[in-house]
């Protein structure tokens, strides 16, 4: 249960969704009335929304990242063979060496 005081002090982080809990079990006829403020309030305590959302970006960005990696890897990979054919060190796949 959130007293109400923080580590320094101040208010607890999570204190006013406890107080907007108990107010709702006070006030509701039912257990499920009160669903949605208990979810604020267990979010507030362990934050399992907010860091499976922050996973998914940073998962997001990484992939991103191989992406473009991969891609410019490609690039560099086909630009560099094709210097390499022009210069006539290797023969490109159609069978010349490429000079001209």
């Known amino acids: 249960m959130s007293s109400g005081f923080g580590y320094r002090g101040g208010p607890a ?37 907010e860091i499976a959302r922050a996973k998914e970006i940073k998962a997001h960005f990484i992939e991103k990242q191989i992406q473009e990696t991969h891609d410019k890897r490609q690039a560099a990979e086909k630009a560099a063979s094709g210097v390499i054919v022009s210069l006539g060190l290797i023969e490109d796949d ?5 000079k001209k």
């Open 94 to 98: 159609s069978g010349d060496s490429g």
């Open 13 to 49: 982080r999570c204190h006013i969704f406890w107080q907007e809990f108990l107010r709702c079990q006070a006030l509701a006829s039912e257990r499920e009335d009160c669903v949605l403020t208990r979810d604020d309030y267990l979010e507030c305590l362990h934050r399992t929304k």
